[in-house]
T-cell receptor, first 114, second 110 residues
Framework: DVKVTQSSRYLVKRTGEKVFLECVQDMDHENMFWYRQDPGLGLRLIYFSYDVKMKEKGDIPEGYSVSREKKERFSLILESTSTNQTSMYLC?????????????FGPGTRLTVL | KNQVEQSPQSLIILEGKNCTLQCNYTVSPFSNLRWYKQDTGRGPVSLTIMTFSENTKSNGRYTATLDADTKQSSLHITASQLSDSASYICVVSEGGKLTFGTGTRLQVTL
């Protein structure tokens, strides 16, 4: 079974703090994604990566950056958190290839910024 | 702008009853449509995938339909169980780009 794990299930941070969210997948998938999920808005793509050292902006990259130093690990970085970044963050991975690929999601990290 | 709209937003049904969730999309060109189930506090998990040429696909008590002409899909749940309580998300693929619906939250009660 594909397993995607995320470093934290719940995080509470104060405005201005730096946050690292880590995602690890164990199925040798090339593609990895970070989404945020907010009520009434659905999942929105923040960043994605098709290979090590590669990254592409999604639909809402502002305020975020990413790092992919190893194939299995994709990190989301919030350099200086703000209250509007309170959200559920979901990581996903897929094998190489595109249109038909099922996204395998991690359990999510619920981030609250006070 | 490509959109995926789901209805209803939320639904409460009694255990054992059937229900149907709707998904309308404007995504073009269309590659495929997936239904995901998301349990509370968990990530979404794929239930079915449908391509342009498929009208109906079943996965146990879940049956998805697709009308590519009217750009509508439905997910029918038969003989609901308490474990069906979750959010159901419709996702449409346009090439490699995914557009997510906002989901339908289903609650199955005794």
């Amino acid at each position: 079974d594909v397993k995607v794990t995320q470093s934290s299930r719940y995080l509470v941070k104060r405005t201005g703090e730096k946050v690292f969210l880590e995602c690890v997948q164990d199925m040798d998938h090339e593609n990895m994604f970070w989404y945020r999920q907010d009520p009434g808005l659905g999942l929105r793509l923040i960043y994605f990566s098709y290979d090590v050292k590669m990254k592409e902006k999604g639909d809402i990259p502002e305020g975020y950056s990413v790092s992919r130093e190893k194939k299995e690990r994709f990190s989301l970085i919030l350099e200086s958190t703000s209250t509007n970044q309170t959200s559920m963050y979901l990581c996903a991975s897929t094998p190489k290839g595109r249109a038909r690929n099922e996204q395998f999601f991690g359990p999510g990290t619920r981030l609250t910024v006070l | 702008k490509n959109q995926v709209e789901q209805s209803p937003q939320s639904l409460i049904i009694l255990e054992g009853k059937n229900c149907t969730l709707q998904c309308n999309y404007t995504v073009s060109p269309f590659s495929n449509l997936r239904w995901y189930k998301q349990d509370t506090g968990r990530g979404p998990v794929s239930l079915t995938i449908m391509t342009f040429s498929e009208n109906t696909k079943s996965n146990g008590r879940y049956t998805a339909t697709l009308d590519a002409d009217t750009k509508q899909s439905s997910l029918h749940i038969t003989a609901s169980q308490l474990s069906d309580s979750a959010s159901y998300i419709c996702v449409v693929s346009e090439g490699g780009k995914l557009t997510f619906g906002t989901g339908t939250r289903l609650q199955v009660t005794l």
